[in-house]
């Protein structure tokens, strides 16, 4: 699997809108650090790696963006738009993210504490340590 779309339930009202993400009910791993993105350039392109282990789940709480996902044998692009859907990131997946409007947030939830060593930062690199 490349990726999964993760829908969450939405609670609210006339009042406004609520989303509560609970271990163990709208993850497939344990949250172990939370962290956030905004403020980047329309065309700038961020992450430009791959994680050896560490499982993520994204979501643009604000406007948009697209992620580029790879696996080594095929790409998609994946626009988020939605605050109600988070995309699930396995390991071993290359993913670099652009087209952010001006109002983007994106909030990552991974499965890992930060590690530079779970980091595969060049492209040829990760597509050796996936065909091995």
Same mark, same amino acid.
């Given at each position: 699997?490349? $990726? ?10 006339? +009042?406004?809108? &609520?989303?509560? &993400? ?12 939370? $962290?956030?993105?905004? +403020? ?6 961020? #992450?430009?790696?791959?994680? %050896? ?15 580029? &996902?790879?696996? #080594? ?7 988020? +738009? ?25 909030m990552v939830l991974?499965?890992?504490h930060y590690a530079?060593?779970? $980091?595969? %930062?060049? $492209? ?9």
């Open positions: 699997m490349m $990726y999964a779309l993760l829908n969450f339930r939405v609670r609210g009202n006339h +009042d406004g809108k &609520l989303i509560a &993400l609970e271990k163990g009910d709208d993850f497939p791993f344990e949250i172990k650090r939370v $962290y956030y993105i905004w +403020d980047t350039a329309h065309d700038v392109v961020r #992450g430009k790696h791959a994680h %050896r282990n560490l499982e993520q789940v994204i979501i643009c709480t604000s406007g948009s963006c697209d992620f580029i &996902l790879d696996n #080594g044998q095929e790409k998609v692009t994946v626009h988020l +738009d939605n605050p109600t859907q988070g995309l699930y990131i396995p390991g071993n997946t290359w993913r670099e993210f652009t087209n952010f409007s001006a109002d983007c947030v994106i991974a499965s890992e530079e060593s779970d $980091y595969i %930062r060049d $492209y040829d690199t990760f597509l050796k340590e996936i065909a091995a």
